[in-house]
Antibody, heavy 116, light 107 residues
Framework: QVQLVDSGGGVVQPGRSLRLSCAAS????????MQWVRQAPGKGPEWVAT????????YYADSVKGRFTISRDNSKKILYLQMNSLRGEDTAVYYCARTRNFFDYWGQGTLVTVSS | EIVMTQSPATLSVSPGERATLSCRASQSVGINLAWYQQKPGQAPRLLVY???TRATDIPARFSGSGSGTEFTLTISSLQSVDFAVYYC?????????FGGGTKVDIK
């Protein structure tokens, strides 16, 4: 069955960096575009970044452009999100999601807290 | 950016009753609209895509309709497991915007 396992979250000071990972199994990872979506406490989900199935195209929300980088390793079936220059407003649960335009499978999420 | 507006913010319904949730887009998204259910501490779960196609293993009591800018999710007879927050999402452009959610709680 399709499984996505998010990891790498934690408490980090403003201005520091963190890298999130999403391990995929149960499907042909290299055939699917993938997303990162975040959800701040008490808020709705917010799209963060998209990467095409082959890594050739990447798209970012304006709120993270220039600070976050999405990447993938299709040989290891892992999706990454490198987050630099973190801010308080980046505090959220971060989910990876498989994409068929809509998001059909989601990871369990990993909490990122940006606080001094 | 396409803005998605959901109403009402909270819907109080008795088990067995029908629930109707609305979602409006600031510009046409065709039928590129999905609905998700989220329970506390869990990831969102896909219910409907293409405005009206139920996702795998989603019960028939969930139905979606609409196109363009106006969409509806109907739960025909609410069961206890259906009390949750529901989000609509457009995927007509790369912003993939979500609505603010409708919380369905027990009346």
């Amino acid at each position: 069955q399709v499984q996505l396992v998010d990891s790498g979250g934690g408490v980090v000071q403003p201005g520091r960096s963190l890298r999130l990972s999403c391990a995929a199994s149960g499907f042909t990872f290299s055939n699917y575009d993938m997303q990162w979506v975040r959800q701040a406490p008490g808020k709705g989900p917010e799209w963060v970044a998209t990467i095409w199935y082959d890594g050739s195209q990447k798209y970012y929300a304006d709120s993270v452009k220039g600070r976050f980088t999405i990447s993938r390793d299709n040989s290891k079936k892992i999706l990454y999100l490198q987050m630099n220059s973190l801010r308080g407003e980046d505090t959220a649960v971060y989910y990876c999601a498989r994409t068929r335009n809509f998001f059909d499978y989601w990871g369990q999420g990993t909490l990122v807290t940006v606080s001094s | 950016e396409i803005v998605m507006t959901q109403s009402p913010a909270t819907l109080s319904v008795s088990p067995g009753e029908r629930a109707t949730l609305s979602c409006r887009a600031s510009q046409s998204v065709g039928i590129n609209l999905a609905w998700y259910q989220q329970k506390p501490g869990q990831a969102p779960r896909l219910l409907v895509y293409g405005a009206s196609t139920r996702a795998t293993d989603i019960p028939a009591r969930f139905s979606g309709s609409g196109s363009g800018t106006e969409f509806t999710l109907t739960i025909s007879s609410l069961q206890s497991v259906d009390f949750a927050v529901y989000y609509c999402q457009q995927y007509n452009d790369w912003s993939y915007t979500f609505g603010g959610g409708t919380k369905v709680d027990i009346k």
